[in-house]
């Protein structure tokens, strides 16, 4: 065992993973999103009292209704407007974390830089113009990430080299706050119309910033939205927890957006009444179906009346949280990092269940998700509430199956070891 941890390539990936995770900008992003879990969670009721009562299911209530149109308000200015809120979030933290003195003003800054790129006004009739609110839901949330990334970098280097306005001592705070933020704003929005420009007399007009990024982006991500990319990339994950590091976080913060942008268009086609359309970003809930990060419920289970004490204390205070998709008890507590004999089912489970739940998918069994969860749901209820199909909710249950089978000898393997060392060190108690 020692040997495997001291290995100097695990050694280099844990390393890795532990910058990762002191990155200030990812995690700002992680705290921004997760800060958003209200405003989403509001916007998914709506949706949720709009499909059950509405023309979909009971018919209540048609479309077209005053009642629709209430219930699509909540829906509209939250997930429809999500860029923006990630936006305010993301630089109020990624400011905060960087020593910025008024992260609030970061964060009004950001959104103005965002909006100018993002939100053209365009004409819709004679003398009518509008804001295009195209890129300000899902689909905008990567550019939102980059404004905010050198919006915030520039404030701290005028900060840091004294170019702004200054104040005397005598005047209030949030004054001086103010006009310190002039020149850093006035920098970012020449720098950004510079290259909005540049972007669209390069294009012939075809691109703006926001969709040039989404074009230029477009082929790794359609690489990673495909079943073999998906199978690679969560199989990927949960090795990187095998090393100590945070897999999950790191391959969900590329995967959020398009996670996001794949379930808000399903929306889109369900309320003008057609069928969501799955996506293979879709599977990437499948690297914790079964009790978390690595389908780990199977332990807890098998664990219950286990001989090795160890086990079994682990197991019967795991079982509960691992029903809601928190498995840090039995990761760290039994150990699975750094366990060769528990890490192979821990990786292999992933690729097993992700390929039985992207033929479920194909053959009709399950249904895209639609509408948008991001909470914290025992197993099963996030799978139903996202699509309203009991279906989705029954199969995370029936893939216990594969998953037991995958840890059953592994499981017994190293709890036949776990009770040796318990006895002999009974034995050595005793004597």
Not at 62 to 75: F, G, K, M, V, W
Not at 135 to 163: A, H, Q, S, W
Not at 326 to 337: D, W
Request: proline letters at 6%; hydrophobic letters at 50%; charged letters at 10%.
């Amino acid at each position: 065992m020692s040997g495997f941890e001291n290995n100097k390539i695990l050694k280099s990936l844990e390393k890795f993973g532990q910058s990762l995770g002191q990155n200030k900008f990812l995690s700002s992003l992680q705290a921004g999103m997760m800060s958003l879990m209200g405003a989403i969670m509001v916007g998914a009721i709506c949706q949720i009292i709009t499909a059950v009562f509405g023309p979909s299911l009971l018919k209540l209530f048609e479309a077209d209704s005053t009642i629709a149109r209430y219930l699509d308000l909540p829906y509209q200015f939250t997930t429809n407007f999500l860029s923006v809120w990630v936006v305010i979030t993301v630089s109020y933290n990624y400011a905060k974390s960087l020593g910025i003195k008024s992260p609030v003003i970061s964060s009004i800054n950001s959104l103005v830089i965002f909006f100018v790129i993002a939100a053209p006004i365009v004409m819709v009739g004679e003398n009518v113009s509008a804001v295009d609110k195209t890129y300000l839901g899902g689909t905008g949330m990567f550019v939102g990430f980059l404004v905010v990334y050198l919006v915030v970098n520039i404030e701290r280097l005028c900060y840091k080299y004294d170019i702004r306005i200054k104040m005397s001592d005598i005047v209030p705070q949030f004054l001086q706050d103010g006009f310190s933020a002039i020149i850093p704003l006035l920098i970012s929005v020449a720098v950004f119309l510079l290259v909005n420009h540049g972007v669209l007399v390069l294009s012939n007009g075809q691109y703006n910033i926001p969709s040039g990024f989404l074009a230029l982006i477009g082929a790794p991500l359609q690489a990673i939205n495909s079943f073999p990319g998906m199978l690679l990339l969560m199989t990927f994950a949960a090795l990187l927890w095998c090393f100590g590091i945070h897999g999950t976080i790191i391959i969900f913060t590329i995967l959020m957006p398009p996670i996001m942008q794949a379930i808000i268009k399903n929306g889109e086609l369900v309320a003008a009444g057609q069928a969501p359309i799955f996506a293979p970003v879709m599977l990437s809930g499948t690297v914790a179906m079964v009790g978390g990060t690595g389908n780990t419920l199977p332990i807890a289970l098998l664990g219950w009346n286990s001989k090795s004490e160890q086990i079994k204390a682990l197991s019967r205070i795991s079982l509960l949280p691992g029903w809601f998709g928190i498995n840090e008890p039995l990761t760290f507590g039994m150990p699975i990092m750094y366990n060769p004999i528990l890490c192979i089912p821990y990786v292999l489970s992933v690729p097993v269940i992700m390929t039985l739940t992207y033929i479920a998918y194909k053959i009709g069994f399950l249904m895209p998700g639609w509408i948008l969860i991001m909470s914290l749901l025992p197993m099963g209820f996030g799978g139903y509430l996202s699509t309203l199909n009991i279906k989705n909710a029954i199969w995370d249950y029936l893939m216990i199956i594969p998953a037991t089978i995958i840890y059953y000898p592994f499981f017994k393997m190293y709890e036949k070891q776990l009770i040796k060392k318990e006895q002999e060190a009974k034995e050595l108690e005793n004597a």
